[in-house]
């Protein structure tokens, strides 16, 4: 064949086949981004028909030698049968029974495999609900490295891997034998085929769901508090229970949940946290339980409400659950410092206070930018930086001689009992510095977040 500068598909594909065994998809796939909207197995059909009728032509004009060696390679390498035929008639030794260089896996083609892997995948799902699924695949290694060598020697720069490949093909099989829709985005379930295994690996995505709890009772943290003493493995300071607090929020909530939805682990994402002996009250804290590896995803989610709330013994109410997505629990957590939060709170001072100078205290902080380093009490589990929040209100009352009653508007992650004492300097201004006396909060409640988040559905 007439060689050009830069060799066309038909050259580069005759000189392919010459040294390597390829079944019609594997060679079409090498120009697989080329004239799209027709199948690997069609291009490379096609490609080895045309070489077939140059062969017969080149043989036929008289150049034998060069028709032959073509003819040889289609024949053998190609195993293509209309160059077979034509071999047979020109008395033509060729190798047969070669099989594909670039998909063949225990001497069978890695595509033809793929109605018996999908019967494995439907037989290991049927106890698994989803909607959405994507099908993947891990190449086996000296596949895929024989692919790239020979894109690599013969410049192919319009092929397509045979991951891809297969993973379109599979999907393409699984989608009929599941009945479910593929979903390259969130699917909820991702079937993977490790080829070089041969094993079906099922990777279930996790299910996301959003509420809003209260916080009935005081001595209950928001998530699992080991024991300090011993680190969870039990001992006489926490009764061998492992633990400083024997339940949280956290698992009041997503326990329930978990099991509903069978899953095998739960992560708690609550908007900030209040501290363990303040309530949460009003509409309640925004949150999002993770669940692992569900099998169920349809929830009665009123019903688990109710569960929650009976579970708890009443000390947890959540309400609002819903569904929602990851996208969804990423904007509550980066919003979460920017929501509005109200809190009322007890105040004790050392020394009764005049109604001016409360009055006073209440002026001079509300409308405030606050400078807060961060508190002792957290210093062990947050960053030591001062911040700057933002006081909306502040309101107080005189309740008893050595006693206020305080109502606080402030930005999300604002310390409240530091911003009532002050935190020995660390908090500046404080109720302690306006009034000029001792405040200790003695009671603390949220009673609102504004959350931007709850105003839309995402
Ligand atoms: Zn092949
Ligand atoms: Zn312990």
């Not at 060799?7 to 390597?20: H, V």
């Not at 008289?62 to 028709?67: S, T």
């Not at 080829?195 to 005081?218: C, E, H, W």
């Given at each position: 064949?007439?060689?050009?500068?830069?060799?066309?598909?038909?050259?580069?594909?005759?000189?392919?086949?010459?040294?390597?065994?390829?079944?019609?998809?594997?060679?079409?796939?090498?120009?697989?981004?080329?004239?799209?909207?027709?199948?690997?197995?069609?291009r490379?059909?096609?490609?080895?028909l045309?070489?077939?009728?140059?062969a017969?032509?080149?043989?036929k004009?008289?150049?034998?030698?060069?028709?032959r060696?073509?003819?040889?390679?289609?024949a053998?390498?190609?195993?293509?049968?209309?160059?077979?035929?034509l071999?047979?008639k020109?008395?033509?030794?060729?190798?047969?029974d070669?099989?594909c260089?670039?998909?063949?896996?225990?001497?069978e083609?890695?595509f033809?495999?793929?109605?018996?892997?999908?019967?494995?995948?439907?037989?290991?799902?049927?106890?698994?609900?989803f909607?959405?699924f994507?099908?993947?695949?891990?190449p086996?290694?000296?596949?895929?490295?024989r692919?790239?060598?020979l894109?690599?020697?013969?410049?192919?720069?319009?092929?397509?891997?045979?991951?891809?490949?297969?993973?379109?093909?599979?999907?393409?099989?699984?989608a009929?034998?599941?009945?479910?829709?593929?979903?390259?985005?969130?699917?909820?379930?991702?079937?993977?085929?490790?080829?070089?295994?041969?094993?079906?690996?099922?990777?279930i995505?996790?299910?996301?769901?959003?509420?809003r709890?209260?916080?009935?009772?005081?001595?209950?943290?928001?998530?699992?508090?080991?024991c300090?003493?011993?680190n969870?493995k039990?001992?006489d300071?926490?009764h061998?229970?492992?633990?400083?607090?024997?339940?949280?929020?956290?698992?009041?909530?997503s326990?329930?949940?978990?099991?509903?939805?069978?899953?095998?682990?739960f992560?708690?994402?609550?908007?900030?946290?209040?501290?363990?002996?303040?309530?949460?009250?009003?509409?309640g804290?925004?949150f999002?339980v993770?669940i692992?590896?569900p099998?169920?995803?349809?929830?009665?989610?009123?019903?688990?409400?109710?569960?929650?709330r009976?579970?708890?013994?009443?000390?947890v109410?959540?309400?609002?659950?819903?569904?929602?997505?990851?996208?969804?629990?990423?904007?509550?957590k980066?919003?979460?410092?920017?929501?509005?939060?109200?809190?009322?709170?007890?105040?004790?001072?050392?020394?009764?206070?005049?109604?001016?100078?409360?009055?006073r205290?209440?002026?001079e902080?509300?409308?405030i930018?606050?400078?807060?380093?961060?508190?002792t009490?957290?210093?062990h589990r947050?960053?030591?930086?001062?911040?700057?929040?933002?006081?909306y209100e502040?309101?107080?009352?005189?309740k008893?001689?050595?006693?206020?009653?305080?109502?606080?508007?402030?930005?999300g992650?604002?310390?409240i009992?530091?911003?009532?004492?002050?935190?020995e300097?660390?908090?500046?201004p404080?109720?302690?510095?306006?009034?000029?006396?001792?405040?200790?909060?003695?009671?603390?409640?949220?009673?609102?977040?504004?959350?931007?988040?709850?105003?839309?559905?995402?």
């Amino acid at each position: 064949m007439a060689r050009r500068e830069n060799p066309g598909i038909l050259d580069i594909a005759a000189s392919l086949l010459e040294e390597n065994p390829l079944c019609d998809r594997c060679l079409g796939r090498q120009f697989a981004w080329l004239s799209t909207g027709t199948s690997n197995d069609q291009r490379g059909h096609s490609i080895k028909l045309i070489l077939s009728m140059m062969a017969d032509e080149t043989i036929k004009s008289g150049a034998k030698d060069e028709g032959r060696k073509l003819l040889a390679a289609l024949a053998g390498n190609g195993a293509f049968a209309p160059a077979q035929t034509l071999a047979e008639k020109e008395e033509l030794d060729y190798e047969k029974d070669k099989v594909c260089c670039l998909c063949t896996m225990d001497g069978e083609c890695a595509f033809d495999k793929i109605p018996e892997i999908v019967q494995r995948a439907v037989k290991n799902t049927k106890d698994i609900e989803f909607q959405t699924f994507l099908a993947g695949s891990i190449p086996r290694p000296t596949l895929a490295e024989r692919e790239d060598e020979l894109k690599g020697q013969h410049d192919l720069l319009y092929g397509e891997t045979l991951r891809s490949n297969f993973n379109r093909e599979f999907g393409k099989q699984l989608a009929v034998a599941f009945d479910k829709t593929v979903d390259f985005d969130r699917p909820e379930l991702v079937v993977v085929y490790d080829m070089q295994n041969d094993s079906v690996r099922l990777q279930i995505n996790p299910l996301f769901i959003y509420g809003r709890y209260r916080k009935m009772v005081v001595g209950v943290p928001q998530s699992r508090w080991d024991c300090t003493e011993c680190n969870g493995k039990g001992c006489d300071v926490c009764h061998n229970t492992g633990r400083r607090y024997p339940d949280s929020i956290s698992e009041y909530v997503s326990l329930p949940i978990q099991e509903a939805a069978k899953g095998t682990r739960f992560k708690f994402h609550g908007a900030g946290r209040e501290d363990v002996d303040a309530l949460m009250l009003g509409t309640g804290r925004p949150f999002v339980v993770e669940i692992s590896e569900p099998r169920v995803r349809t929830l009665n989610l009123s019903k688990l409400e109710k569960r929650i709330r009976k579970k708890s013994r009443k000390k947890v109410e959540v309400e609002g659950l819903r569904l929602t997505n990851r996208q969804h629990l990423q904007q509550l957590k980066s919003e979460s410092s920017e929501n509005v939060k109200e809190y009322s709170a007890i105040i004790k001072t050392d020394r009764e206070l005049t109604d001016e100078e409360v009055e006073r205290a209440e002026r001079e902080l509300t409308g405030i930018d606050l400078a807060q380093r961060t508190p002792t009490r957290v210093a062990h589990r947050r960053s030591d930086l001062t911040r700057t929040k933002h006081i909306y209100e502040v309101r107080l009352k005189k309740k008893r001689s050595h006693e206020l009653e305080g109502y606080f508007k402030v930005q999300g992650g604002t310390y409240i009992k530091e911003l009532i004492s002050g935190d020995e300097g660390r908090t500046v201004p404080s109720v302690a510095d306006k009034v000029g006396s001792a405040c200790l909060c003695t009671e603390l409640i949220v009673t609102a977040i504004h959350n931007l988040e709850t105003d839309h559905n995402p």
